[in-house]
């Protein structure tokens, strides 16, 4: 019997619905052609339109209903007209707290035919991990306000380290290392100015790192963190980071690797209890939204990862072949990447390279 998945289409807003849209036809063509397994899809039509129809993102019970599926692939949230924080906290963050997704993997590399803005940096050179604790840290949505208005206002971001929620994600890292071929992790901190958590950070690092004598570790303070990225992307491989520090590298990371229109994320929940979610790291673009010239590879990239998590790493392999023969042609490139290619011709061309033999 065909294996079936379970997978909820979350297409968002802006950009996020153009690049869903393109992501959905490029699985149905690969699904239909490789035998073995299908996809079944929902759509949910949870985002800003929603909100100004009904005042809410996504139904109060949205991430029970998450639950019925095997994965979740979502778009992008914001729109120009509604806070960002509204829209943030309103689905994904919505999404990702109740279903302990606390672990968010964050490939980085240079695909074929994509010139990285380094001079001399080339495929190859910069081929990184970086793991997002996704469930904590300064995201915690601790704090608040008081005195609104008033000369004594005061508003506290307060960030939480626990335990339990360091020591996951620590495995969680060094096991990533472990699985690559150079086995090499970095730790990344705060904890000369940080000297609370991220201290606890630190001596959580080294001490789940005993159990991984084949790893080998180092750690650096975020901000020279930045000048190694940038200066020396080959001493890198897999990245482990707070909720804040990772979500501000792997911008860093992916404009390194050429654009953030490329850079997939998935959102995992590594005990499988919950579905797990993919999506690109970039948001919803206001300033590209409607035009038809969204980077898609992203959500390509992302898709990809899904099939992995889903245990399909054959249909992930051959759908990373299709989307590296593509971004191999630069006339095949969209305008963040210096080209003049739409969204729609990227799709095509990936389906086309999907048909081809391997
Ligand atoms: P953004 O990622 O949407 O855009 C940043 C820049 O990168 C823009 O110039 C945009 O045109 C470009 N860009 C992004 N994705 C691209 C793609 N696939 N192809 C070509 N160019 C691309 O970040 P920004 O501008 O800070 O935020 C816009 C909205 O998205 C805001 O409402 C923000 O809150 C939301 N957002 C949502 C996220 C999510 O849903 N996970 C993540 C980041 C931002
Ligand atoms: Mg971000």
């Given at each position: ?253 992916a404009a390194l690797a050429g654009s953030i229109g490329i850079a997939p994320t998935a959102n995992l929940n590594p005990d499988g209890s919950t579905p797990s979610m993919f999506e690109p790291i970039h948001g919803s673009a206001h300033d590209i939204a409607g035009k038809g010239i969204a980077n898609p590879v ?61």
């Open positions: 019997m065909t294996k079936t998945y379970r997978i909820a289409a979350i297409p968002g807003d802006g950009i996020g619905v153009e690049v869903i849209g393109a992501g959905l036809a490029v699985l149905e063509v690969l699904t239909g052609n490789s035998g073995g397994f299908r996809l079944e899809v929902t759509r949910f039509d949870w985002g800003s339109e929603r909100y100004r129809r009904i005042g809410s993102l996504m139904p109060a019970d949205g991430a029970a209903q998450l639950l019925a599926f095997d994965a979740i692939l979502f778009g992008a949230v914001g729109a120009p007209d509604l806070p960002d924080h509204l829209t943030l906290w309103g689905l994904r963050l919505a999404i990702c707290q109740p279903l302990d997704q606390y672990a968010n993997v964050r490939p980085t590399r240079i695909l074929p035919g994509i010139r990285s803005p380094l001079a001399r940096v080339g495929p190859g050179d910069l081929d990184w991990v970086i793991v997002r604790e996704n469930s904590e840290g300064e995201y915690a949505g601790h704090g608040g306000r008081s005195h609104r208005g008033k000369p004594q206002e005061v508003a506290t971001e307060v960030a939480i380290f626990t335990r339990a929620g360091v020591t996951r994600i620590m495995r969680f890292a060094f096991e990533l290392a472990r699985s690559r071929p150079r086995k090499r992790l970095t730790v990344v901190t705060k904890s000369n100015a940080q000297r609370h958590g991220l201290l606890l950070w630190d001596e959580i690092a080294a001490e789940v790192a005993q159990g991984f004598p084949d790893v080998s570790w180092d750690k650096m303070l975020v901000d020279a963190m930045t000048v190694r990225m940038t200066l020396h992307p080959q001493s890198l491989d897999t990245i482990v980071a707070t909720n804040l520090h990772a979500d501000i590298l792997s911008d860093l990371a992203a959500t390509f990239w992302t898709a990809a990862m899904m099939l992995e998590h889903l245990g399909e790493p054959a249909a992930a392999a051959r759908l990373m072949r299709a989307i590296e023969r593509v971004t191999a042609d630069p006339t095949l490139h969209t305008p963040d990447l210096g080209g003049a290619a739409s969204t729609r011709r990227v799709k095509e061309a990936v389906i086309a390279a999907l048909t081809l033999a391997d």
